[in-house]
């Protein structure tokens, strides 16, 4: 590929679904961290479109199993516009976050976009959480743990509506990488809506590497792939600049590779990272790994190799 590839990165500095403050700091940590000199590394042309703006965060309890949900919708509905702008003038968006939920906006605008030009989606998700409770389900009413049941058409009218179609995507195009933590009612939601995870234990009997050929398998070059990142999927002795650690992640080579069989396959086109809060981390230096981490996402590696291609042609 010689194209000059196009990003905007777009910050969106709140913590609005998350129980633990700090994720609003995150878009500038990961611009102190380099991110547009990494890119620009690469031959990427990067512009950065700052911040967008929304409802500040007033701690307030869970209202009916939702905490701050007016605040998320409106959180989301910015977000959504703001990426399917940047996908509808062929721009590769990477949103900052800003806590999980969302998501919600940035995959429901990477979705319609899928539909106006025709292609199909394939989500990695990376996550020590699967994100997939319902107000029922969640034991905290933090909107961050529910995303992916919101992008399945499983939440509150107005989060499952944003994008025009509902569900917003189905269960078939997701594939969970990394997950540890998944609340008891969860599991079960998880099982009956037969998402694909690829939890811990299997990579840790099949390796990275094969859980990576797996959750890319099928692809084609009609394929639009987002990578929904995490930043608690990585094990918190790499990553503890995050609200929701869980021991027992991958470690910084398995997350290395992960990233590369992704950038192998060329059809990244969408990124979230998502979830860093620099209220946690240690002089920055989870947001450094992210950054090192993205770099890999847009295709640098240790030596010159040949493009192994998991794409079907
Ligand atoms: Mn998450």
Redesign the pocket.
Known sequence: MTELRAVSLIGAPTDIGAGTRGASMGPEAIRIANLVGALKGQDVDVLDRGNLNGPFNPGLSPINGFRHLQEVVEWNRTVHEAVYAELKEQRLPILLGGD?CLGIGSISAVARHCRDVNKKLRIIWL?A?A?FNTSELTPSGNI?GMPVACLCGFGPKELVEIGGHVPAISPKWIRQIGIRSVDAGEKKFVHDQDLDVFDMRFIDEMGMRHTMELALAGLDQNTHLHVSF?V?FLDPNIAPGVGTTIYGGPTYREAQLCMEMIADTGLMASLDV??LNPALDVRNKTAEIAVDLIDSLFGKSTLMRRQKSYVEN
């Open positions: 999980h996550d959480h994100d961050h995490d608690d998502m979830e």
